[in-house]
Antibody
Framework: QVQLVQSGAEVKKSGASLTVSCKASGYTFTSFGITWVRQAPGQGLEWMGWISAYNGNTNYAQQFQGRVTMTTDTPTSTAYMELRSLRSDDMAVYYC??????????????WGQGTTVTVSS | DIQMTQSPSTLSASVGDRVTITCRASQSISSWLAWYQQKPGKAPKLLIYKASSLKSGVPSRFSGSGSGTEFTLTISSLQPDDFATYYCQQYNGYSGTFGQGTKVEIK
């Protein structure tokens, strides 16, 4: 079946970097995009950015530009999200999701299980 | 950046009620809008894409309408499983802003 499986929970210090992985299975990886969304405790969904698994093009939300990098590894059907210079307000559940468009943003029809990130000082 | 505004933030309703949630975009997004349902501790689920297309497997009591800057999600007869938080999301071009969410509570 189509699924996205994310890496496990992380505990990081302020100022450190975070990398979350998202392994896809059950579909042709390069026929879709991947987006990253986060949700702080008790808050709404925040779109972080998008990467095309087809051509590697990216677009990041303005508030993360310069601090986030999204990549894909086609042979392993895995997407990665790196967030640098972590702060306390980066504590959240991070989700990856499949985008119904290989070359631009679209609706997200399959979601990972989420990765909980804790940031301590 | 395109801003998305949902209303209301919270909605109290009873089983069997007709429920409507509104989403407004700060500029025209044509029909590039999706609706998601999220329950506590779970990942969101896609309900509607391209403003009015129902995802396969989603009950037909859910429907979406609108274009340009004004959009609506309607639940024709609220069921116990529908108490959740709903988000709209625009996906015009290469960005994907969410609305702030609407929590549907039991009255």
């Amino acid at each position: 079946q189509v699924q996205l499986v994310q890496s496990g929970a992380e505990v990081k210090k302020s100022g450190a970097s975070l990398t979350v992985s998202c392994k896809a299975s059950g579909y042709t990886f390069t026929s879709f995009g991947i987006t990253w969304v986060r949700q702080a405790p008790g808050q709404g969904l925040e779109w972080m950015g998008w990467i095309s698994a087809y051509n590697g093009n990216t677009n990041y939300a303005q508030q993360f530009q310069g601090r986030v990098t999204m990549t894909t590894d086609t042979p392993t059907s895995t997407a990665y999200m790196e967030l640098r210079s972590l702060r306390s307000d980066d504590m959240a559940v991070y989700y990856c999701a499949r985008v119904l468009n290989p070359t631009g943003m679209g609706a997200m029809d399959v979601w990972g299980q989420g990765t909980t990130v804790t940031v301590s000082s | 950046d395109i801003q998305m505004t949902q209303s209301p933030s919270t909605l109290s309703a009873s089983v069997g009620d007709r429920v409507t949630i509104t989403c407004r975009a700060s500029q025209s997004i044509s029909s590039w809008l999706a609706w998601y349902q999220q329950k506590p501790g779970k990942a969101p689920k896609l309900l509607i894409y391209k403003a009015s297309s129902l995802k396969s497997g989603v009950p037909s009591r859910f429907s979406g309408s609108g274009s340009g800057t004004e959009f609506t999600l309607t639940i024709s007869s609220l069921q116990p499983d529908d108490f959740a938080t709903y988000y709209c999301q625009q996906y015009n071009g290469y960005s994907g802003t969410f609305g702030q969410g609407t929590k549907v509570e039991i009255k």
